[in-house]
């Protein structure tokens, strides 16, 4: 966003030469995954796809001296300035042999052409991930655009980010909103929530998920925001998924997981099978004496297969071929706690099955 | 209810027709509504909605986008073998035909972002455009760059475009390793008891009443819930039952509010069901005409299972019980077992590690084919002689997978076997070829020991169960 700023203000500015003349090549990490289509692309934003025409070349170098020897303007002294901008920078340098980095760079640095190389990335040890023929030809300015606000500062954020700006046309429903805003802000329990954030991530793009989750909640019949809708966004931010998940399994599902972890208790985390399960399953139901969950064993593997499909248990190894079904060794995804704070939740569980799962000894 | 839709950007009727096709879905529909915002305005770039099957999540998105009437391409992500298909259904959905014709042979996601760049500047957006993936969990699969480009795609195309992805794997498991746009998630909650009773009343039959249809599937949701919550289940079985329990009613036996009568009469019949329906075993045509057709005797159902249809010859079920006693018995207990006079056993303590759970918990273990054949002939009763056609019948129920094989397919000469049936197989054949086998289980092992014939009685200990 910012280099994108840059530009314009440089194009805005200066409206003879440089400005008109510069040319822009855009190209992004996750769509040119290779350097054929990166090559590609250079050529289409360049417009030189007429030139270029059905030539085949020998080399990526030669490739790219010819499209920037094209570029050169009539009275061939002096050619077009390019600017190449690689958006996720990283992944370039995930390319075989890093042939386009270094032509780029070898380029820019041997003064052929006129042409500028502006790499961005989130990744701070990019550098690294260089080859030593590409770093040395890497004029090493780096620009680092980190942020780390304090926690006043990051209530500042919100109050911009929530606000109203100057040129709102209702000028008065604009100061009421931006009264509330403040109001909100400086609420106790909203601090709170805003200060958990914080702890957990100080970037800007969680925090927009928050305020979303927060203004939608906010009407025509509603017209300002409450602390009340601050929390339920928290909540819904801060929820566990597989929890969420949990919560939806039916008696019998729940069952297997509770004698799963009951299995990984005693046998400290060692792979199970369906057998064990049902057996630990069993056991429970001998002690309880209540026919109930008396279910036939194609209906608990029907379960089974059903946690295995969303992913809350995994098998050890994907050799499916040689083992049965019901032999096949299994892992659970879930966590302890996670399974016992699902089981609070749960609607109308029985109380003999949240027993069972609080015993020590299955 | 309606209260809850109501937004600015979008027609308050539609709205209401909305809110009829959602029952219980208000909440969620609601939040959807207001991320979505007004059509002409960018909302959030992409959405991820998780929850169980048949939570509604693809029903409330398709009834929200095509009641609004707002531009939009579904995409399920099971047709989608090769991206190329994912990107020529949303050109075509947004551009028509034209602009599907513009991509490459074998596209890749650069060639899309340039068409798409192309023909949203020939026709911009008025309006959000939405790209619906459903079972987005098979998206991991395709090419790494894929997932967080779509994630990003309002910002790769520069367009008003959103991209909701649902699934019900959560989110945690998709995120790449090098981190990508992390989307909104929302979850839908699975209905719960009160809610799928109201859902599931609602496909009444015409010819009786509401009330009735109601404590229908009051009974159903009594007998499935505790198994079963899955909508789209529970609906099917709701409509297969149905007849059976009008039964009396259309027979004149019973009166509507007849409670306990019609409870008597469908309840083994739901209990039926979930053993044989409910796991697929036999089809819902199979099912309806069994109904029809009124055996009262409860005749076995033919099931897709083997053991419910599988004839055999007469010494492939002897093999068969042979392989299984050589799978889950320790080859050292064969000479005890199985010969006349074998001698004193020495008691060994020596047990290996993995021999301390039962045999019967972790699966069948491998065996050679000498030793089947010498357990074959020491069970067989009668003087049987190795000939070919024994030896073929064990490679028939390798076919049937009754056996597997679990040596190499090249090594002739010492083949090795695994049993892949369970204790009920084998109890089921050995009720027909009239022996009396008695199990014997401890907690150190699982002995199955030959009673008639020419052995002599054997000391029985704790757990014995006569077949």
Same mark, same amino acid.
């Given at each position: 966003?910012?280099?994108?700023?840059?530009?314009?203000?440089?194009?805005e500015?200066?409206?003879?030469e440089?400005?008109?003349?510069?040319?822009?090549?855009?190209l992004?990490?996750?769509?040119?995954?290779?350097?054929?289509?990166?090559?590609?692309?250079?050529?289409?934003?360049?417009?030189?796809?007429?030139?270029?025409?059905?030539?085949?070349?020998?080399?990526?170098?030669?490739?790219?001296?010819?499209?920037?020897?094209?570029?050169?303007?009539?009275?061939?002294?002096?050619s077009?300035?390019v600017?190449f /901008?690689l958006?996720?920078? %990283?992944?370039?340098?995930?390319?075989?042999?890093?042939?386009?980095?270094?032509?780029?760079? %070898?380029?820019?640095?041997?003064?052929?052409?006129?042409?500028? /190389? /502006?790499?961005?990335t989130?990744?701070?040890?990019?550098?690294?991930?260089?080859?030593?023929?590409?770093?040395?030809?890497?004029?090493?300015?780096?620009?680092?655009?980190?942020?780390?606000?304090?926690?006043?500062?990051?209530?500042?954020?919100?109050?911009?980010?929530?606000?109203?700006?100057?040129?709102?046309?209702?000028?008065?429903?604009?100061?009421?909103?931006?009264?509330?805003?403040?109001?909100?802000?400086?609420?106790?329990?909203?601090?709170?929530?805003?200060?958990?954030?914080?702890?957990?991530?100080?970037?800007?793009?969680?925090?927009?998920?928050?305020?979303m989750?927060?203004?939608?909640?906010?009407?025509?019949?509603k017209?300002?925001?409450?602390?009340a809708?601050?929390?339920?966004?928290?909540?819904?931010?801060?929820?566990?998924?597989?929890?969420?998940?949990?919560?939806?399994?039916?008696?019998?599902?729940?069952?297997?997981?509770?004698?799963?972890?009951?299995?990984n %208790?005693?046998?400290?985390?060692?792979?199970?099978?369906?057998?064990?399960?049902?057996?630990?399953?069993?056991?429970?139901?001998?002690?309880?004496?209540?026919?109930?969950?008396?279910?036939?064993?194609?209906?608990?593997?029907?379960?089974?297969?059903?946690l295995?499909?969303?992913?809350?248990?995994?098998?050890?190894d994907?050799?499916?071929?040689?083992?049965?079904?019901?032999?096949?060794?299994?892992?659970?995804?879930?966590?302890?706690?996670?399974?016992?704070?699902?089981l609070?939740k749960?609607?109308?569980?029985?109380?003999?099955?949240?027993?069972?799962?609080?015993?020590?000894?299955? | 209810?309606?209260?809850?839709l109501?937004?600015?950007?979008?027609?308050?009727?539609?709205?209401?027709?909305?809110?009829?096709?959602?029952?219980?879905?208000?909440?969620?529909?609601?939040?959807?509504?207001?991320?979505?915002?007004?059509?002409?305005?960018?909302?959030?770039?992409?959405?991820?909605?998780?929850?169980?099957?048949?939570?509604?999540?693809?029903?409330?998105?398709?009834?929200?986008?095509?009641?609004?009437?707002?531009?939009?391409?579904?995409?399920?992500?099971?047709?989608?073998?090769s991206?190329?298909?994912?990107?020529?259904?949303?050109?075509?959905?947004?551009?028509?035909?034209?602009?599907?014709?513009?991509?490459?042979?074998?596209?890749?996601l650069?060639?899309?972002?340039?068409?798409?760049?192309?023909?949203?500047?020939?026709?911009?957006?008025?309006?959000?455009?939405y790209?619906?993936?459903?079972?987005a969990?098979?998206?991991?699969?395709?090419?790494?760059?894929?997932?967080?480009?779509?994630?990003?795609?309002q910002?790769?195309?520069?367009?008003n475009?959103?991209?909701?992805?649902?699934?019900?794997?959560?989110?945690?498991?998709?995120?790449?390793?090098?981190?990508?746009?992390?989307?909104?998630?929302?979850?839908?909650?699975?209905?719960?008891?009160?809610?799928?009773?109201?859902?599931?009343?609602?496909?009444?039959?015409p010819?009786?009443?509401?009330?009735?249809?109601?404590?229908?599937?009051?009974?159903?949701?009594?007998v499935?819930?505790?198994?079963?919550?899955?909508?789209?289940?529970?609906?099917?079985?709701?409509?297969?039952?149905?007849?059976?329990?009008?039964?009396?009613?259309?027979?004149?036996?019973?009166?509507?509010?007849?409670?306990?009568?019609?409870?008597?009469?469908?309840?083994?019949?739901?209990?039926?069901?979930?053993?044989?329906?409910?796991?697929?075993?036999?089809?819902?045509?199979?099912?309806e005409?069994m109904?029809?057709?009124?055996?009262?005797?409860?005749?076995?159902?033919?099931?897709?299972?083997?053991?419910?249809?599988?004839?055999?010859?007469?010494?492939?079920?002897?093999?068969?019980?042979?392989?299984?006693?050589?799978?889950?018995?320790?080859?050292?207990?064969?000479?005890?077992?199985?010969?006349?006079h074998?001698?004193?056993?020495?008691?060994?303590?020596?047990?290996?590690?993995?021999?301390?759970?039962?045999?019967?918990?972790?699966?069948?273990?491998?065996?050679?084919?000498?030793?089947?054949l010498?357990?074959?002939?020491?069970?067989?009763?009668?003087?049987?002689?190795?000939?070919?056609?024994?030896?073929?019948?064990?490679?028939?129920?390798?076919?049937?997978?009754?056996?597997?094989?679990?040596?190499?397919?090249?090594?002739?000469?010492?083949p090795?076997?695994?049993?892949?049936?369970?204790?009920?197989?084998?109890?089921?054949?050995?009720?027909?070829?009239?022996?009396?086998?008695?199990?014997?289980?401890?907690?150190?092992?699982?002995?199955?020991?030959?009673?008639?014939g020419?052995?002599?009685?054997?000391?029985?200990?704790?757990?014995?169960?006569?077949?």
């Amino acid at each position: 966003m910012l280099l994108k700023c840059v530009l314009r203000d440089l194009q805005e500015e200066e409206e003879e030469e440089a400005g008109k003349n510069l040319l822009q090549v855009h190209l992004n990490g996750l769509l040119q995954t290779d350097d054929r289509i990166a090559l590609k692309e250079i050529t289409r934003q360049l417009h030189l796809e007429n030139v270029v025409g059905d030539k085949v070349f020998g080399s990526f170098a030669e490739n790219l001296s010819f499209l920037l020897e094209a570029l050169k303007k009539g009275d061939r002294s002096s050619s077009r300035p390019v600017l190449f /901008v690689l958006d996720e920078f %990283d992944l370039f340098a995930a390319h075989k042999n890093q042939t386009l980095l270094y032509n780029l760079l %070898d380029v820019s640095q041997s003064a052929q052409a006129p042409v500028a /190389v /502006v790499g961005v990335t989130c990744r701070l040890d990019v550098l690294e991930l260089l080859e030593k023929r590409v770093k040395s030809r890497f004029s090493h300015r780096q620009i680092h655009l980190l942020s780390d606000p304090t926690f006043a500062e990051y209530l500042g954020r919100v109050r911009t980010r929530l606000g109203l700006p100057d040129h709102f046309p209702d000028g008065r429903f604009a100061a009421d909103w931006n009264a509330s805003v403040e109001t909100l802000c400086e609420d106790k329990s909203v601090e709170e929530v805003l200060r958990r954030h914080f702890n957990s991530s100080k970037d800007f793009r969680s925090l927009h998920v928050l305020l979303m989750l927060c203004l939608s909640r906010v009407s025509v019949a509603k017209p300002s925001i409450r602390p009340a809708d601050l929390l339920e966004a928290s909540r819904l931010c801060f929820a566990d998924a597989k929890a969420n998940m949990l919560h939806g399994l039916s008696i019998l599902e729940l069952c297997l997981i509770i004698a799963m972890k009951h299995l990984n %208790d005693v046998y400290e985390g060692e792979p199970f099978n369906l057998q064990m399960v049902h057996n630990e399953f069993k056991k429970f139901l001998q002690r309880k004496s209540n026919s109930m969950y008396n279910f036939d064993p194609p209906v608990i593997l029907k379960a089974f297969e059903h946690l295995q499909q969303l992913e809350m248990i995994r098998p050890v190894d994907s050799s499916s071929a040689k083992t049965q079904r019901e032999y096949q060794l299994m892992r659970l995804m879930l966590d302890h706690s996670q399974i016992m704070e699902a089981l609070q939740k749960y609607p109308q569980c029985p109380t003999e099955v949240k027993q069972w799962a609080m015993s020590a000894f299955g | 209810m309606s209260a809850l839709l109501q937004h600015g950007g979008y027609e308050e009727e539609s709205l209401r027709r909305v809110t009829g096709q959602l029952p219980c879905r208000d909440v969620q529909a609601g939040l959807l509504l207001s991320l979505m915002g007004p059509p002409h305005q960018y909302s959030y770039p992409s959405i991820f909605i998780y929850g169980h099957r048949s939570s509604g999540k693809s029903h409330v998105m398709h009834v929200l986008l095509k009641e609004l009437e707002l531009p939009h391409a579904t995409v399920g992500c099971v047709e989608c073998l090769s991206v190329a298909v994912l990107f020529e259904q949303v050109l075509l959905s947004f551009f028509g035909c034209d602009a599907a014709s513009l991509l490459p042979r074998s596209p890749s996601l650069s060639d899309f972002v340039r068409v798409y760049r192309q023909q949203r500047s020939q026709c911009p957006s008025k309006q959000t455009r939405y790209i619906v993936m459903e079972k987005a969990e098979l998206l991991r699969d395709a090419d790494a760059n894929l997932l967080p480009a779509l994630l990003r795609l309002q910002e790769l195309v520069e367009d008003n475009v959103t991209v909701v992805l649902l699934s019900e794997i959560v989110w945690d498991k998709f995120r790449p390793n090098t981190g990508c746009f992390e989307p909104l998630l929302l979850h839908f909650p699975d209905y719960s008891k009160g809610e799928l009773q109201q859902v599931l009343s609602r496909d009444k039959h015409p010819s009786y009443s509401a009330e009735f249809y109601s404590s229908y599937i009051n009974i159903l949701l009594g007998v499935f819930f505790s198994v079963c919550r899955d909508l789209r289940e529970l609906r099917h079985l709701a409509a297969l039952n149905f007849p059976k329990f009008c039964e009396p009613l259309a027979e004149g036996k019973v009166k509507e509010t007849d409670a306990h009568k019609l409870w008597r009469n469908i309840e083994p019949h739901l209990k039926k069901a979930m053993r044989t329906v409910y796991l697929r075993e036999v089809s819902s045509l199979q099912w309806e005409q069994m109904q029809q057709t009124e055996e009262r005797d409860t005749a076995a159902v033919r099931g897709l299972s083997a053991h419910t249809h599988v004839e055999l010859p007469y010494y492939s079920k002897f093999l068969l019980i042979a392989a299984y006693l050589a799978s889950y018995n320790p080859a050292r207990t064969d000479k005890r077992f199985f010969l006349k006079h074998h001698g004193k056993i020495r008691k060994t303590n020596f047990l290996k590690k993995n021999e301390k759970t039962s045999n019967h918990l972790l699966g069948p273990k491998p065996f050679p084919l000498d030793r089947l054949l010498a357990i074959f002939y020491s069970v067989v009763d009668s003087r049987v002689a190795p000939t070919a056609s024994i030896f073929s019948q064990i490679s028939s129920l390798v076919t049937l997978q009754l056996l597997t094989q679990v040596s190499h397919a090249d090594q002739l000469d010492a083949p090795k076997y695994k049993c892949a049936v369970s204790m009920d197989f084998i109890c089921a054949i050995s009720r027909c070829v009239c022996t009396c086998f008695l199990i014997h289980g401890s907690r150190r092992e699982n002995r199955i020991v030959q009673v008639n014939g020419p052995f002599t009685s054997f000391l029985l200990k704790e757990n014995v169960f006569f077949l």
